[in-house]
């Protein structure tokens, strides 16, 4: 099955700075890699993803990467704020709308004020 | 977006009980599945919860366990049966309506087996 390894697992960046959080995958079928925030006691939430016929998608401050041939995807967030301090998970599915997603194991971005 | 909600939030049981976890959905979608997420860890799937038929488990994860049923394309239970304290986790539905693989999780059920 699908194996999700995820790094660094803690993120410490002073406010405004950039992070950058790096995922890899193990199944070449993987074809869909979101990206989940989650706050302390919350559900997670959608924050962007990728497929993978795309390199690149930019939602404001954060961006996905794509490299299919070297199997890893990463996270830019940009001019960082407090309110982004949270857990982070990526993920990754073989698609078709019928398959579940396998995580990583999540880092926590520390802003630094 | 659809409001997906369960219940209950949280709960307190004795070890060798089960507990039922009901996720009710406001629109008709076309994907349900089940994760467990322990204290502190990230989340992992159980099952996807197929209407009209057996769910399917991920490796580790049993029927007998982890009984689920979906009558309908709105509703979904977990039953976590037989508990013990390694049970304590939240219990997370997600839902798939779009069959486009983007998963949208409900609250949570926090269950804590003394």
């Known amino acids: 099955g699908e194996n999700v390894e995820q790094h660094p697992s803690t993120l410490s960046v002073q406010e405004g700075d950039s992070a950058v959080i790096k995922c890899t995958y193990s199944?070449?079928?993987?074809?869909?890699f979101p990206w989940y925030k989650q706050e302390l006691g919350k559900r997670p939430q959608l924050i962007i993803d990728i497929r993978s016929n795309v390199g690149e998608k930019k939602d404001q401050r954060i961006a996905v990467t794509l490299n299919k041939t070297a199997k890893h995807f990463s996270l830019h967030i940009t001019e960082t704020q407090p309110e982004d301090s949270a857990v982070y998970f990526c993920?990754?599915?073989?698609?078709?709308?019928?398959?579940?997603?396998?995580f990583g194991k999540g880092t926590h971005l520390i802003i630094q004020p | 977006s659809a409001v997906i909600s369960q219940k209950p939030s949280r709960d307190i049981c004795q070890r060798g009980t089960s507990l039922t976890i009901q996720c009710q959905v406001d629109?008709?979608?076309?994907?349900m599945f089940w994760y467990r997420q322990q204290p502190g860890q990230s989340l992992t799937l159980i099952a996807t919860a197929n209407q009209g038929s057996e769910a399917t488990y991920e490796s580790g994860f049993v029927i007998d366990k982890f009984p689920i049923s979906r009558p309908n394309l709105t509703f979904s239970t977990l039953t976590v049966s037989n508990m013990s304290p390694e049970d304590s986790s939240i219990y997370l539905c997600s839902v798939d309506w779009l069959a486009g693989n983007e998963q949208f999780f409900g609250p949570g059920t926090r269950l804590t087996v003394l």
């Open positions: 629109s008709q979608v076309t994907m």
């Open positions: 199944d070449s079928a993987s074809n869909y």
């Open positions: 993920a990754a599915s073989s698609g078709g709308g019928a398959d579940g997603l396998t």
